[in-house]
């Protein structure tokens, strides 16, 4: 008896719909960079800047290499990671902090409305 499995293919709403009572937004915009930032090839020499200033005078900015050095952190070479930025591993660490809290305030957000919570401090009040 054979049995046949069925493929199941979701599109970027479905995933969305399916994320988006879990995340915020910001989190999954930090999520998807991280991602992005572990497949990328941190030995790569493409760099594309956002500082105006190295546009024009050449002048580089304070955070230059810091996304190699994330990149290289993820792929676990941490020598690498911070040779190419001493604030690589800090902003990993402050990152997962910032999505961790932004999971953490919806879900806060979402318990008191289910509790029909009319105000955000009303479980913050201290009596007196």
Not at 27 to 36: E, N, P, R
Not at 80 to 90: C, E, K, M, R, V
């Amino acid at each position: 008896m054979v049995s046949s499995c069925k493929s199941i293919t979701l599109s970027p709403k479905q995933i969305y719909s399916v994320l988006d009572p879990l995340l915020d937004r910001e989190a999954l915009i930090w999520l998807a960079a991280l991602i992005y930032l572990g497949l990328s090839d941190p030995t790569s020499s493409t760099h594309i800047s956002l500082f105006p200033p190295d546009w024009i005078l050449g002048i580089k900015s304070p955070g230059f290499n810091l996304g190699h050095s994330i990149s290289f952190l993820l792929h676990g070479d941490v020598a690498a990671s911070i040779l190419a930025h001493y604030f690589g591993i800090p902003a990993v660490i402050i990152l997962i902090w910032r999505m961790a809290s932004l999971v953490g305030d919806r879900r806060r957000v979402k318990r008191l409305v289910k509790k029909g919570a009319r105000n955000l401090g009303d479980d913050y009040a201290i009596d007196s």
